[in-house]
């Protein structure tokens, strides 16, 4: 009896550390629960950000919409099922996707996907990288990638894109004489100036399809507005001169943003 015993207590030993070493072991992804994800924030087409890394208009960024899916809006998506607003670019009407199941690495996903003409069903996987957190749509008319822009929801994510990617930095401020009038300007990603007299607040045109031209702004809360171009790191702003009630022509230049290390 005695070895008996000996012996069962070596099999429930044996049993529990068994079962102790597999809960240490990481989950996998099929192992993962709802819990171990959270997609919550605003993700933007790609190429659109890359445009605006490499380019540094957003005129030319604008112009890499081709009238399928361009941000993701996810106000929650950490416990399975929820919902994802998404727009086919940022003057357009956009609609809703239904986050159903997860498997594997990927999300079942049911929607329009802007290129499609009734809803369909498609995974979205989720990839990380040391640079980016980004969103994989596969279907079957095109694979798309989106970048994670922020952990919030934007209502305008592309303005606060332009704002980050071209403007957040700190400047020197000269005039057309190249008389340098502000120092230590600093432009943020959330709209906010400091140093730059009386101008505190900026916003960037980010939205091409609603205006008579073609022209890159930058707005003020001073209600002035000034027609910008980069040029390398460098911002230049130039006045706008009316010619008629709906087109102006480039003006003089006003300001020169000469970027700090």
């Not at 012996?7 to 819990?35: E, M, N, R, W, Y």
């Not at 445009?51 to 416990?79: H, W």
């Not at 809703?96 to 049911?110: L, R």
């Not at 401020?173 to 007299?197: C, I, L, M, Y």
Request: aromatic share 12%; glycine share 6%.
């Amino acid at each position: 009896m005695e070895s008996f015993n000996k012996i069962g207590f070596v099999k429930t030993a044996v049993l529990f550390s068994l079962i102790f070493i597999s809960s240490c072991k990481p989950k996998t992804v099929d192992q993962a629960d709802s819990k171990d994800f959270d997609l919550r924030g605003s993700w933007v087409q790609i190429e659109y950000r890359n445009s605006l890394q490499s380019d540094r208009s957003p005129l030319k960024a604008y112009k890499t919409f081709d009238g399928g899916v361009t941000d993701l809006n996810i106000g929650s998506g950490k416990n399975l099922p929820f919902q994802i607003e998404v727009r086919t670019g940022n003057h357009q009407g956009g609609f809703v996707w239904t986050v159903k199941d997860k498997t594997d690495e990927s999300f079942d996903v049911f929607g329009f996907t802007g290129l499609s003409s009734s809803e369909i069903s498609f995974k979205l996987k989720l990839e990380k990288t040391v640079s980016d957190t980004s969103l994989i749509m596969m279907d079957n008319v095109k694979k798309r990638k989106f970048v994670k822009v922020s952990n919030e929801p934007l209502t305008d994510p592309y303005r606060f894109l332009i704002s980050k990617e071209i403007f957040s930095g700190r400047y020197n401020v000269s005039n057309s004489k190249n008389e340098v009038q502000f120092k230590d300007v600093t432009f943020d990603a959330n709209g906010r100036v400091q140093g730059f007299g009386d101008f505190k607040e900026y916003s960037a045109t980010s939205d091409f399809a609603a205006q008579p031209e073609d022209i890159e702004m930058i707005h003020f809360n001073t209600d002035d507005s000034f027609e910008f171009e980069s040029r390398g790191d460098d911002i230049l702003l130039f006045e706008r001169n009316p010619i008629d009630d709906y087109t102006t022509d480039r003006g003089l230049l006003k300001f020169k943003l000469i970027r700090k290390n």
